[in-house]
Structures are given as C-alpha cells and as structure tokens.
C-alpha cells in the first residue's frame, strides 16, 4: 500500500483570530490588470505547436485582497492554462514583501483557458529547445513572458490591497444546469474512453458525475448603493473557443452580460470548480460546439443564472476571515530508464500522425516527470474561511469532479466552494476509480493513484480546523 504524507506546514496568517478582530470591519480590494502576451507566442491547449495571430479579448488577471484585523488574503484569477509553481511561488513571495499578506495566504489560479499562452512545461520546453537548435535563438519568446507574468501578478495583488475598503459580502449557491456534461462513458466493449465523439452508438453511459453547483460570492459597498465584484464558481472545462486568438473564453461573455446590470466598472472573478473529466460537449446531439459563440452561449446562461440568484443570496452578517494552508505530498508515476528514453525521442512525434494520441501524451507526461524531478509531489491545499457559513477551498491541478464534490459533501461550513487549477498545474488528478478505467485523463496525470483522495483527506481536515477555529 502506498504511503500520503499530510505535511501541515505552519506558514499560514493568524487562524485564530483575537477578540477584535472579530468585530472588525471586513475590507475587500479589486484590481485588474493585463497579462497578455505579444503575438506570435506559443498557446497552450493541444499536443501541437500553435502561434498566437492576436487577441479577441485580453488576458487578466483579477486580485480580491480580503482584510479583517490582522489578517489578510489574496486570491487572484487569471486567464491562463494554470499557474507554473515557479510562478506562483514567486509572485507569492514577492507580493508578501511588498504587502504584508502571507505567502501561504495567496491563491492563484489559472481558469485553464486554451485560447492562453503556452509557457509552461514539458511541451513549450521541447519547442523551445527544438526552436533554439534550429536557429540559436525561439524567435516566438523574445519576450521573457514568465518574469512579465510575476511582475503583473504582484502588480494586481498590490492595487488590489492598496484599494481595500470596507465591504459587505452575500454568498449563495445556484443550480446551474444543461452546460456540463461528464466527457467520459463506458462504451459497449467495456472500456472508459473520453470524449467518443457525438452521437457514438458505442456509448453506454457516462463514467461518472457532473456538480451543478453555481457558487456565488457578491462583494458590495456597505451601503449597498455599489456592487464592487462577484465571484463565481463553476465546474465546466474552458476549452470552447479554440482558434489561434488570445481569449479568457467563456468568462469574457459572463463578466460581460453581469455589467449590463452591475455596470462597467464590476468585476467578475471566476473560478474553475473541480472539471478535470467535464466539459460542455453534449453527446446526445449533432449541433457543433465550437468557437466565440459557444463561449457566448455560456457564458450568458451562467450569467442569467447569477443573476436570478442575486437577490436570494445571504449577507454574510459576521465575516470572521481566516486562512490556512498545508500540503499533503504524494508519490509521483515512476517510470524505467528505457521508457524514458523512449519518451523523451517521442516528443519529436508529437502534433504528428507518426504516434497515436495517448502515446503522444504518455510522452509529454513521462518527459514532465523528468522536469519535476524527484519521487514525490506537494499538493497544496488552501482553505479561506469567510464566516462561519461559507469557505473557499483552493486545490492544484485538474482535478476530477467526483473529488471535489467529496470536498463538500465532508465540510462542515453550510457552502464551500471549490476551486482548482491553484498554484500548481500538476497535469490530471483523477480518483482511483478513474485510473482503474483508463483513458486520457489518467495517461495524462502525473499522480499515483490514491494522491487525489489524500488532497480530499486534507482539505476536509482543514475545513473542520477552521470550522472551530476563534
């Protein structure tokens, strides 16, 4: 049997709060800023080398500082892939010196559009390098993205906190249905495969869940007279658009339709909930799913949803903000000298017709577990108590539905929402089902399985900490 590690690391701001700082007042700060990259960067998404050719809507990234008493928090959104942990670890500790916030108390999370910058891992790491061989020079990074990525995240997270003022906070959770669908089925010949196409008559029946929970925080002026941000928390894929177009994908048409009644100057910060086997594909029909008016069709309906839940949603009558934080380390996939060898010339096959798919992947995977290094993983996990009703539970990588929802159905707070993508893009984190069944998602995953329940065990320990937490 293998052996989890729940290493609780005691880097988090006070989780105890004192006697004042319970009555005081809660702050809130919003900043935006702008993370897009030049064109002719590489984008994220697929196993194929694909050139930005310029911007349908601007990557951002969107900081909410929360401060009550002593402590403060940061969560920030940005449309991205995900967050590398060189990244995050030091945007993290950059902004902790320039604002005070702990660097354990700073959430940042990639919404994993695939319409980003690919500047991450072991397959911009092969273009790279495939790049530079050929000329001396990759002539699509001349700009040092990663280190401009840094500057602007604690570049938002340090308006975010300069612009703190007093605010009243209302949560609720909607239920939002007829957009997600579970991308995996159990096909006639006994296998588990994802995404089998529309209309296959080979599918049986999804392989697991979908989580219609809508998750919805209103962040207001103290008079009401002002809606400052919102955000909103929903488990869908942002893999719609496609193109060679920078773009946040179907947020963009959320933030959009909520400021024709919220106004121009309301920010809507979305947060990806646990999607690692969703997606918004319908396979019960033939009607095309792609592109700008996709991501538009969503995003309005998640809006309207959002909407009708405005006025149903519960003031938050005594905030009591409290963080922590701690990891639970995990065995890694381990893999043999010669399939490493064999990985690492594969990586010339891929986006070509000379390796099948799944092969592709396994050699990105195997290739990124060599980046990594090591034999085990750190999975971090963040819980943010806003009051004694509702908690925000922020966890790495893609994580399959089925975890997420445990989350939940385990915390003791009467809503949780659960974001993932946070810190750390560790590739797919299935449940040991999943990996029992097979297919994409755990070829693609760099987790032994059993680390996605231990990630659950954690946060659920957290939860129920903070839950009797002063």
Excluded at 302 to 324: D, G
Excluded at 361 to 390: C, H, M, P, W, Y
């Amino acid at each position: 049997m293998r052996q989890f590690v729940l290493s609780f690391i005691l880097t988090f701001s006070a989780t105890a709060l004192p006697l004042d700082a319970k009555a005081a007042d809660l702050q809130a700060g919003v900043a935006v800023v702008d993370i897009t990259p030049p064109p002719a960067y590489r984008m994220c998404g697929y196993f194929n080398e694909r050139l930005s050719t310029g911007t349908h809507d601007p990557l951002q990234a969107k900081a909410l500082v929360l401060r009550q008493g002593d402590t403060q928090a940061a969560l920030v959104f940005c449309d991205l892939i995900g967050l590398s942990p060189q990244v995050s670890s030091r945007a993290r500790k950059i902004a902790q010196e320039k604002t005070g916030i702990p660097a354990a108390n700073i959430l940042i999370h990639g919404t994993h559009t695939h319409t980003g910058p690919l500047y991450l891992g072991a397959l911009r790491k092969h273009f790279h390098d495939v790049a530079v061989q050929k000329t001396g020079k990759d002539p699509y990074e001349e700009v040092d993205y990663p280190a401009l990525l840094v500057e602007r995240l604690v570049d938002a997270i340090g308006q975010a906190s300069a612009a703190a003022k007093p605010v009243t906070l209302s949560a609720g959770v909607a239920t939002q249905r007829g957009l997600s669908f579970n991308r995996r089925f159990h096909m006639k010949d006994g296998s588990v495969r994802f995404n089998p196409g529309k209309l296959n008559p080979d599918i049986l029946r999804p392989a697991g869940p979908i989580d219609t929970d809508l998750g919805v925080v209103l962040i207001k002026s103290p008079d009401a007279a002002q809606t400052v941000a919102a955000l909103s928390v929903f488990a869908l894929h942002l893999d719609t658009v496609g193109g060679t177009e920078y773009g946040a994908d179907y947020p963009f048409y959320l933030e959009r339709e909520l400021r024709q009644q919220l106004g121009n100057s309301f920010v809507s910060l979305f947060g990806t909930g646990t999607c690692g086997d969703i997606n918004h594909v319908d396979v019960t029909h033939a009607r095309p799913q792609k592109g700008q008016e996709e991501a538009g069709r969503i995003g309005t309906a998640l809006a309207e949803t959002v909407r009708a839940e405005l006025a149903a949603l519960k003031p938050l009558a005594a905030p009591k903000l409290a963080v922590r934080s701690a990891t639970a380390e995990v065995p890694l996939q381990q893999y043999s000298p010669d399939e490493i060898a064999a990985a690492a010339r594969d990586m010339f096959k891929i986006g070509t017709s000379e390796l099948p798919f799944l092969e592709q992947v396994k050699a990105n995977k195997i290739t990124e577990l060599q980046l990594r290094g090591g034999k085990t993983l750190a999975l971090e996990v963040q819980v943010f108590r806003l009051s004694d009703d509702t908690a925000i539970v922020g966890l790495p990588g893609e994580v399959f539905v089925d975890l997420g929802v445990a989350i939940k159905r385990q915390s003791p707070f009467a809503r949780t929402l659960v974001v993932e993508l946070c810190n750390d893009v560790p590739a797919y984190i299935p449940t040991q089902k999943a990996f029992a069944e097979g297919s994409y998602e755990t070829v693609n995953s760099l987790v032994a399985p059993g680390g996605g329940e231990a990630m659950v065990d954690l946060a659920v320990k957290l939860l129920k900490d903070l839950k009797t937490a002063q």
